[in-house]
């Protein structure tokens, strides 16, 4: 990317601030957004970021976070 172009990319987000989405709380979000919900597994915490999510499988469970495989009983 041309200093030009991060210059303006730079600019744009200071000025054009965007409300960021909390996928982790579907029962917040509105009809229009509900398509937005995370998608991890039950046994997985759900972590907001700045425009995404990132799910994490808790204690005791292993795998990508949208499938986690285990035993709580560790």
């Known amino acids: 990317m041309s200093v030009h172009l991060k210059c303006i990319y730079f600019w744009y987000l200071e000025n054009f601030p965007y409300t960021d989405v909390n996928e982790c709380d579907p029962s917040g979000l509105s009809a229009e957004h509900q398509h937005l ?16 999510y990132n799910c ?3 204690d005791g469970y292993y795998g990508n976070g949208r499938k986690c495989e285990g035993d709580a009983n560790f």
């Open 37 to 52: 919900a995370h998608m991890c597994h039950g046994d997985a915490n759900c972590t907001n970021t700045k425009g995404s």
């Open 56 to 58: 994490g499988c808790q």
